[in-house]
């Protein structure tokens, strides 16, 4: 059984940065690829940022690059996004997900429907 749990989200000024966490179950963690994408209300969940299973390769939304970075450290099962220089815009929540066989390119990172699994979200706020 495969779980994501989403933390660090929370209340930051414009400017400011949040680092957030993904912690996952699961034997096989270094063979997925993890993703991580936002839905402001009213709106799509959209794509933040993919890393590949291997680590080797991250894909970035254009708003979002520069300023997020996302990482993963497989010993401890988790994936990270540190997000700097935020604005009010990146106000949202923010889930991360995983595709289990791994197989990805920025055009497949990018969809919803390419990840096997979801967590609940954390919510992440900026004030102006």
């Known amino acids: 059984q495969v779980q994501l749990v989403e933390s660090g989200g929370g209340l930051v000024q414009a400017g400011g940065s949040l680092r957030l966490s993904c912690a996952a179950s699961?034997?096989?963690?270094?063979?997925?690829?993890m993703g991580w994408f936002r839905q402001a209300p009213g709106k799509e969940r959209e794509f933040v940022a993919a890393i590949r299973w291997s680590g080797d390769s991250t894909y970035y939304a254009d708003s979002v690059k520069g300023r997020f970075t996302i990482s993963r450290d497989n010993a401890k099962n988790t994936v990270y996004l540190q997000m700097n220089s935020l604005k009010p815009e990146d106000t949202a929540v923010y889930y991360c997900a995983a595709r289990v066989d791994g197989v990805i390119n920025y055009s497949r990172a990018r969809r919803p429907n390419a990840y096997d699994y979801w967590g609940q979200g954390t919510q992440v706020t900026v004030s102006s």
């Open positions: 699961g034997r096989t963690f270094s063979s997925w690829s």
